[in-house]
């Protein structure tokens, strides 16, 4: 039977045969017959690595933060350990400011800075979101000029894309407003911000992408080091609090949640756009984030580009991995360094110190799943994940704005298939005994107790069989 033609934007090519003929490229004024260039192929562990990720993210943490949030007097801690559970939830949060902490704790105050080694892995999402971007570019420019597409055709097209995902991040960040609401720090917007200017280095020798990585971190730590907060600035009228950390003492004060020169551009900038009636002169963002973070941002993707390379490269696949690990461990040391000495390790205003330490984590990721599936034999473990990993974009887009009724849809048709599931297991595995939960409403009550989980799990399964029906026609979504 004939494979059927993949249907997409941007088709998912596979390498051409040896009977591939030979085409005609035009570059640069320049007219010659020479047979393409094999694309690259794709890299199974970068696919289940992005799937991974965007599953997590799409399930909001299967609503495990949610769950964590119960009430202490609920039934529910008659099953679940509750400190165990909000030790667990603290990884699918972001802490209010500083990113870094001493393992087993969630106070920042705690502990030398040098012990500072562990991170939220929530945190860890948007970075590996971005550092995936950067590792997938030299995949995706060597099958474009496979195709034939000269090099102005595609600076056009990552000029495009970059402008479509600012303006799919501006939509996301509009839906609750009366009219668009010109904000940039969502993922999409502020990959979209950078997209274009990484493109640039595709291809560069080595020490331009470095010296380009290390003049945005020297430059965004000069940057931010050397304003100075107004005298009279009120953390409170910023909606900053001392109490959690979100107010640095000098000489980092500069560093702080919306008194640093990311928040004063943002304050000039944002107000320049038509501002929704709703929403009025913009005077702080609540979380802290800023439109400038796509600077030291791009640091990230670059460290992406130089792995993604590196995996493209000739190497032996060991070798590409011991590489990996490698970068990993001299990233992560180097920003618990920065860290320690002059550069506070915050994830929401992307401190260079921050682009290293989560860099670290992210790369040691990604060694991984190369190691489980590009080197082991584990490559159909990573199907479920790829299935999701080859339309990330529409599942991202799913996760923020359908789960909600797609939960609600799965519990509304659903909702008795899993209150008998869940009360043959409180039965087979004795869960309510001692309880004052009758045997008969055992299944009602964990599906209650259970909800955020059980909800997140319901949109996510049903957003993956979507994800795989696509997969099984060939369909992918690409911007």
């Known amino acids: 039977m004939a494979k059927k033609e993949a249907k997409t934007y941007q088709i998912l090519e596979n390498p051409p045969t040896a009977a591939t003929p030979t085409k005609t490229v035009i570059d640069e004024d320049k007219t010659s017959t020479a047979p393409p260039k094999k694309p690259a192929g794709r890299l199974l562990s970068l696919d289940a690595f992005r799937g991974f990720i965007m599953l997590l993210l799409a399930a909001h943490g299967f ?12 039934e529910l801690w008659q099953i679940l350990d509750r400190p165990t559970l909000q030790w667990i939830s603290f990884h699918f949060t972001h802490p209010d400011w ?35 971007v ?9 099958r474009r000029e496979s195709f034939g597409q000269n090099k102005l055709k595609r600076i056009l097209h990552s000029l495009t ?28 917007a502020q990959i979209g911000l950078g997209y274009f200017w990484v493109t640039l280095l595709v291809g560069r020798r080595r020490w331009v992408q470095i010296a380009a990585m290390i003049t945005i971190l020297v430059g965004t730590w000069v940057g931010i080091h050397t304003y100075t907060p107004p005298a009279d600035a009120s953390p409170e009228a910023v909606n900053a609090r001392v109490e959690k950390g979100e107010i640095y003492a000098p000489p980092y004060r500069q560093w702080s949640k919306n008194l640093n020169a990311f928040h004063a551009f943002d304050v000039w900038f944002l107000n320049q756009f038509p501002r929704p009636s709703d929403v009025g002169e913009f005077k702080y963002n609540g979380g802290g984030y800023q439109t400038l973070n796509f600077v030291p941002a791009m640091a990230t993707m670059i460290l992406g580009l130089l792995c993604g390379e590196l995996l493209l490269s000739s190497w032996l696949p060991r070798r590409k991995f011991w590489t990996l690990v490698l970068i990993a461990l001299g990233c992560w040391a180097f920003g618990i360094f920065l860290g320690a000495t002059c550069c506070p390790i915050v994830k929401k205003i992307w401190t260079p110190s921050w682009v290293l330490f989560s860099g670290g984590y992210v790369v040691g990721m990604l060694a991984i799943f190369y190691l489980l599936f590009d080197i082991l034999p584990f490559k159909r473990l990573a199907f479920p994940f790829v299935v999701v990993g080859t339309n990330s974009l529409l599942v991202y887009f799913m996760g923020e704005l359908i789960t909600k009724w797609l939960a609600q ?3 509304r048709h659903f909702g008795w298939a899993i209150d008998g599931i869940l009360g043959w297991i409180a039965s087979t595995f004795h869960i309510l005994n001692g309880s004052q939960v009758p045997p008969e409403e055992a299944g009602a009550f964990l599906h209650a107790a259970f909800q955020p989980v059980i909800s997140a799990t319901s949109a996510v399964i049903a957003i993956w069989l979507l994800c795989y029906w696509l997969y099984r026609q060939r369909i992918f979504i690409r911007v």
């Open 134 to 142: 950067g590792v997938s570019l030299p995949f995706s420019m060597s």
């Open 63 to 74: 609503g495990i933060a949610a769950l964590a949030r119960t009430p202490a007097d609920n």
């Open 161 to 188: 894309r970059s402008a479509t995902l600012v303006l799919m991040g501006v939509f996301l960040y509009s839906l609750s407003n009366k009219s668009t609401h010109w904000i940039f720090p969502n993922v999409l």
């Open 98 to 132: 500083q990113s870094s902490f001493v393992p087993g704790t969630r106070d920042p105050a705690i502990g030398s800075p040098w012990l500072h080694v562990g991170v939220s892995f929530w945190d860890l999402i948007q970075p590996a979101f971005m550092f995936m």
């Open 409 to 411: 849809n799965v519990n």
